[in-house]
């Protein structure tokens, strides 16, 4: 089964810096998706941003960006100019192209903004 | 247009009970997942229901069920509770089961576990 690491539990980052979250995963295939997702306080789950496996370029959605390395199994997200809704519980998921919605979730870190 | 709706937000059982929690997913998605969040497990894949049907099921035992009905409303069902069973337990939906490449899973809040 796939499996997906985050080794860092918590991390904060001061107001308007930028932080690096970082995600490892192991799969066999060469054909998936991810994905960063954010959990706020109030928990509802929603989606940062994206990334194709087959795409060598690195998704970027406006302060978020990823730095995906296939050979490496590694997807970190960086977000720069660091904003105080920005603090949020952070998951790295897996999703094979064929397994409907199945994602496999990492632990999630917990990023603090400090004003 | 309306969200994820889970109810109850927030419950409490002892062991060897049993809970049903509901998801209503938003109007005109038909893929309804569970997922099951522990502090220092992540999210946990529980099933995933379309149409009515079972597509897929996640590494639990059969202590947990689920059924989604015509209306595309799921619920799910943990019998005999144990103490581990206490988590967050979050429904997502999305249009159809291949959306999901695409990554738009739309959570709800979920509810709130706590087997005592």
């Known amino acids: 089964a796939q499996t997906v690491t985050q080794s860092q539990p918590e991390m904060s980052v001061q107001e308007a810096e930028t932080v690096t979250l970082s995600c490892t995963y192991d799969?066999?295939?060469?054909?998936?998706?991810l994905f960063w997702y954010k959990q706020p306080p109030s928990r509802q789950m929603i989606l940062v941003i994206r990334?194709?496996?087959?795409?060598?370029q690195n998704a970027t959605e406006n302060r978020f960006s990823v730095n995906f390395q296939k050979a490496a199994k590694s997807f970190s997200l960086k977000i720069s100019d660091s904003q105080l809704g920005d603090a949020a519980m952070y998951f790295c998921?897996?999703?094979?192209?064929?397994?409907?919605?199945?994602?496999?979730f990492g632990t999630g870190t917990s990023l603090t903004v400090i004003p | 247009k309306a969200g994820v709706t889970q109810t109850p937000r927030y419950l409490i059982k002892t062991r060897g009970q049993q809970v049903t929690l509901s998801c209503s997913p938003i109007?005109?998605?038909?893929?309804v997942s569970w997922y099951q969040q522990t502090p220092g497990q992540g999210l946990q894949f529980l099933f995933e229901?379309?149409?009515?049907?079972?597509?897929n099921k996640g590494n639990f035992p059969g202590r947990f069920s689920g059924r989604q009905f015509s209306n595309s409303r799921s619920e799910m069902n943990v019998s005999t509770l144990e103490l581990g069973d206490s988590a967050l337990y979050l429904c997502?939906?999305?249009?159809?089961?291949?959306?999901?490449?695409?990554?738009?899973?739309?959570f709800g809040e979920g509810s709130r576990l706590t087997v005592l």
């Open positions: 998921a897996y999703r094979s192209q064929n397994t409907g919605n199945q994602f496999y």
């Open positions: 799969t066999s295939e060469s054909d998936y998706y």
């Open positions: 990334q194709e496996a087959y795409k060598q």
């Open positions: 109007s005109g998605h038909r893929s």
């Open positions: 229901y379309f149409s009515e049907t079972q597509r």
């Open positions: 997502a939906s999305a249009l159809r089961p291949g959306q999901a490449n695409t990554g738009e899973l739309f």
